[in-house]
């Protein structure tokens, strides 16, 4: 019954640590047992104990045989992929391809759609998210997410949209362990010099680059393990873009990053690795066709297909 | 023969085309166009000027020619108690279940249900107010005879509910719950729409941060509807307090001032009186009557304006 | 520079939680429902009460095993679905109530008689709506016909000419408009027939005037909805042909608008179909067919209702029949009418959008 007090004191020392933790970094890299144990759950685990546990908190995503529907339409067919932590993957392929799909998969939004149906496994960090005792709620809260237009909630201003997430969970964190991490959300999303004497100013007011940063800083703040991105650029300008694939390079230090895009250039400065969606004919489901290091996809690609697509002799 | 460009409605349009030059037909249709809505004018400042006139003879007359003999004030003051009282009932009642309503049909009701639930809520506010009025002395009235006796019963300390109830279930009450089932669906009709018009990515937005549907509905939903359902409210509020029919057939009046909801002595309402009495009214009661209607034309006049600043105001905030 | 220092990070959840079998939320209700109803047919106590009690019983007890098996916020997530859901129930309750009463009660005279004869003469039992029938019809036309080109035309000013302080004063006059109790609306019409006619007068067109005034609001706006959502590249298509303005709003914006100004205008004439109030002081009582709206009183279906409800014989029922009757005639008119409106602004709807 006393869980959110017990939540919030776990937030109050995780904010400490955290300060400690920004003048002295730990860099441990990549460690899948690590990260394993940091899954545990937080009612057996004592506070300190899960302090220990945490260098990194990326995870690593194992699709097996993943189709996915709309209704009697069937928009995605048997994925079998393994998305690496700490690495930035980014999916491609023609509109209608099923790649948003898919990556809506990744944290169970693809049944929020009426007729939407998943059939397979999503296994983050050797629990399949799709497994009938897993609260989906959960899953968004550790699977983050970035639209392809910026929505910062209109209503909201600056501050209270960073937290919104936050105090879904724990209502009574107090004001200056939100600040702090308002700050650090802020700072990590590259938005805080810009925004940092206006924060009660309403989101909505800020730019459509700006917006897209308010809303990683939303999405970072509750500190997810996965960032998933749809095409998180293309409603920016080519600077404000920019901005944002800077911003990709430096979270993937802390993050599991799959980022859906259009743009070619972008899969290529951006990511480390590539997997290329395409569908035989329109009206067939969607496939993976190849995934591999995005230097191999982009430089000598297996699939003739990938090669026209990416070269863009596409079709 | 020259462009005006500031008549044209939309910037827009001015800056890409230049506007014709005004042929004949221009102006006539022009012309046409700009008469009717100068009509409305002339029409609404008819209805104020009539009325006014009408209303003239028994504001100027003395006291004791009023009905009830003691002015017009005393004449019209119950009245528009027990107006205000019957509407405030009403949506008091009306607003948390037409927001629940909605709420229903936007986000809990499966889909293809929701649908044909629109369809239905949007055909029920087209009742005609005298069906209501016919159901709330036919069944209503009865059906609550017990809950108003329990209510003495259990709750009768308070001054609402002091009774003794009425046998007959021609109650305040009953005329509260009847006028709220009536606004019900004009409420909810609106507020619905604008609920369902939340947009999509906003709803994701939350749920992709984890939130719960209620928590998606509080952050997103409620916020973005917040003047739709203050409009509606104010919308059903306007139609409560004008309401005619379901008052006149439903309520025994006794001409009173009482809180007490569950008795039979009510006041009667501005418009009901109205209904009831001019058909049988001559001479200086006309006027009185008019009169009020004259008030009560003035007190939703103040609800409307009410309401358009709070909307206007909330708009200004949600820049 | 590492942007996001993040060693340190609060424990989490597991993706696991435990929940509530799947037929947990529904196998409350239906249990709490059986035990009330079982309550209620076994006792003699207040059935409201024991459902209410139900009700409230249930929603706490939801509450209360979510909240120790899956936590504070989903048991509250929970505990909003039911309210919101038996809120829903509450609400909807006394609408079918409605429909079912009209349907049931009204089927007694709803016959060939009812619709042929007028009430002329009649004392007890027997005798029709016809003439009430006819002049709702008579009443409700020349209103439309009054409103629909103000309306319209006024709209037309609003959306396509109108600008500065007149549009402005027009908006806003449309708006207290679309305020003005029923009620108020028959007065004027009485207060304006009266100055020219004398006092008592009753005439139909007193009624379709006071119709008009309620009505000619409801028609500026569902027009200039319908005008605002006509694609302006559509006007400009128009004048780069070098199509003059007016012909552009007669044969291009209009025509788009079409479907939707004509399903504003059913909807404005099914609101103004069932008004009582202002006819009941415009255009008196009558009971033999009148089909001439400047000579004499006429009667329509919603005050014949009133009437025969309000002012029943020695023998109560047969009146009593007739208002149902004359409700349920009434219902099927309007409701027909907003539903083949509905049916025009979702055939059209999505043309202009």
């Known amino acids: ?315 | ?319 | 520079m590492s942007a996001l220092d993040l060693t340190a990070t609060p424990p989490r959840a597991s993706l696991v939680r435990g929940s509530l079998p799947s037929w947990g939320p529904r196998g409350l209700t239906i249990g709490a429902a059986i035990v009330a109803l079982g309550l209620i047919a076994a006792t003699d106590v207040n059935a409201a009460l024991v459902l209410v009690s139900a009700v409230v019983l249930c929603g706490v007890g939801l509450y209360a095993w979510s909240r120790a098996v899956e936590g504070a916020r989903t048991a509250t997530d929970r505990g909003v679905t039911f309210l919101v859901s038996s809120a829903f129930a509450l609400a909807i309750a006394p609408l079918v109530s409605l429909l079912y009463t009209v349907v049931s009660r009204g089927f007694a005279r709803f016959d060939y008689q009812f619709f042929t004869e007028s009430s002329r003469n009649v004392v007890g039992a027997g005798g029709g709506a016809s003439h009430a029938i006819l002049g709702t019809l008579v009443i409700t036309g020349v209103a439309t016909l009054a409103s629909v080109p103000i309306g319209i035309l006024a709209a037309v000013y609003l959306q396509e000419y109108g600008h500065g302080r007149l549009k402005r004063s027009i908006t806003f006059f449309v708006d207290v408009m679309t305020g003005i109790p029923s009620i108020v609306a028959g007065l004027f019409a009485y207060a304006l027939f009266a100055l020219f006619l004398g006092p008592g007068i009753r005439l139909g067109v007193i009624g379709a005037v006071a119709l008009s005034v309620l009505m000619i609001p409801i028609v500026v706006r569902a027009t200039e909805e319908m005008l605002k959502i006509v694609p302006n590249h559509l006007r400009e298509a128009s004048y780069a042909l070098g199509v003059p303005k007016w012909r552009t709003v007669v044969k291009v914006v209009l025509p788009t608008a079409l479907g939707g100004i004509i399903s504003g205008v059913m909807l404005a004439i099914a609101r103004v179909m069932g008004e009582t109030a202002p006819l009941l002081i415009t255009t008196g009582a009558f009971s033999s067919v009148n089909l001439n709206p400047v000579d004499g009183r006429m009667q329509n279906l919603a005050v014949f209702a009133f009437n025969q409800y309000k002012n029943p014989g020695v023998q109560r029922e047969p009146y009593f029949d007739r208002a149902w009757a004359a409700a349920l005639t009434l219902i099927v008119l309007v409701m027909t009418l907003s539903l083949v409106a509905r049916l025009i602004q979702r055939r059209f709807g999505t043309e202009t959008r």
């Open chain 1, 1 to 315: 019954m006393a869980e959110p007090t017990e939540r919030s004191q776990e937030y109050m020392d995780s904010t400490e640590k955290l300060d400690r933790g920004a003048t002295a970094p730990t860099k441990e890299g990549p460690d899948v047992t690590d990260s394993v144990a940091t899954s545990v759950d937080v009612q057996t685990v004592l506070p300190h104990e899960g302090r220990e546990s945490v260098a990194t908190v990326a995870k690593r995503i194992e699709i097996t045989d993943l189709n996915l529907y709309y209704g009697s339409f069937h928009a995605v067919k048997s994925v079998n992929m393994t998305i690496q932590p700490n690495k930035v993957t980014a999916l491609i392929g023609s509109s209608g391809c099923g790649k948003s799909t898919f990556l809506r998969s990744l944290n169970r939004m693809h049944e929020l759609v009426p007729g939407g149906r998943v059939d397979g496994a999503v296994i983050i960090d050797g629990q399949d998210i799709y497994a009938s005792n897993v609260d989906p709620v959960a899953v968004r809260r550790q699977v983050g997410m970035v639209f392809q237009s910026p929505n910062p909630f209109p209503t909201m201003s600056i501050y209270e949209n960073v937290v919104a997430g936050l105090l879904l969970n724990s209502r009574k964190t107090k004001k200056p362990a939100l600040d702090e991490i308002v700050e650090r959300s802020l700072r990590g999303a590259n938005l805080w010099n810009e925004v940092k004497d206006r924060l009660d100013r309403p989101g909505g007011g800020l730019s459509g680059g700006q917006q897209q940063r308010l809303c990683i800083a939303r999405a970072t703040a509750v500190e997810p393990e996965v960032l998933l991105m749809d095409e998180p650029c293309s409603a920016l300008d080519p600077v404000a873009t920019l901005a944002i694939e800077d911003l990709i390079q430096q979270l993937k230090a802390n993050y599991t990053i799959v980022i859906v895009t259009h743009n070619m250039q972008q899969a290529s400065r951006a990511s480390d690795v590539t997997g290329f969606f395409n569908l035989e004919q329109s009206g067939t489901p969607g496939q993976l066709v190849e995934l591999d290091t995005t230097e191999t996809i982009f430089s000598n690609p297996a699939n003739k297909a990938t090669e026209d697509y990416v070269t863009g002799r596409f079709g």
């Open chain 2, 1 to 319: 023969m020259s462009t005006t460009p500031t008549t044209s409605t939309d910037a827009a349009l001015t800056a890409g085309v230049p506007t014709p030059p005004r042929r004949p037909g221009d102006r006539i249709f022009s012309g046409a166009a700009t008469a009717a809505g100068i009509g409305i004018l002339v029409l609404l400042a008819g209805v104020a000027i009539f009325l006014l006139q009408e209303a003239w003879p028994a504001i100027k007359a003395a006291p004791e020619d009023i009905p009830g003999g003691t002015g017009l004030v005393d004449f019209i003051a119950p009245l528009a108690f027990g107006t205000v009282l019957g509407a405030v009932i009403a949506i008091v009642l009306a607003v948390p279940m037409a927001v629940a309503v909605a709420l229903f049909i936007t986000d809990y009701a499966p889909r293809r249900i929701a649908n044909t639930l629109s369809y239905v809520i949007d055909l029920l506010a087209a009742v005609p107010s005298i069906v209501y009025g016919l159901w709330g002395i036919a069944v209503l009235g009865p059906a609550a005879l017990g809950i108003q006796t329990w209510l003495a019963d259990h709750l009768g300390f308070l001054p609402f509910f002091a009774g003794p109830v009425s046998t007959t279930g021609r109650t305040m009450l009953v005329v509260g719950v009847v006028l709220a089932v009536m606004i019900l669906p004009i409420i909810t009709a609106v507020t619905r729409e604008v609920f369902a018009r939340t947009p999509r990515i906003h709803r994701e937005g939350a749920l992709a941060l984890g939130a719960t549907r209620w928590e998606m509905i509080r952050m997103t939903v409620l916020p973005f509807g917040r003047s739709a359902v203050i409009s509606a409210s104010m919308l059903g509020l306007g139609r409560a307090l004008g309401e005619t029919m379901a008052v006149a057939i439903i309520l025994s009046v006794s001409g009173v001032v009482t809180f007490n909801l569950i008795s039979s002595t009510n006041p009667s309402t501005i418009a009901a009186n109205i209904a009831l009495d001019f058909p049988e009214s001559s001479g200086l009661d006309v006027n009185a009557l008019i009169a009020s209607g004259l008030a009560l034309f003035a007190i939703t006049l103040v609800v409307n304006m009410a309401a358009r600043a709070v909307i206007t105001r909330n708009e200004d905030a949600s820049r």
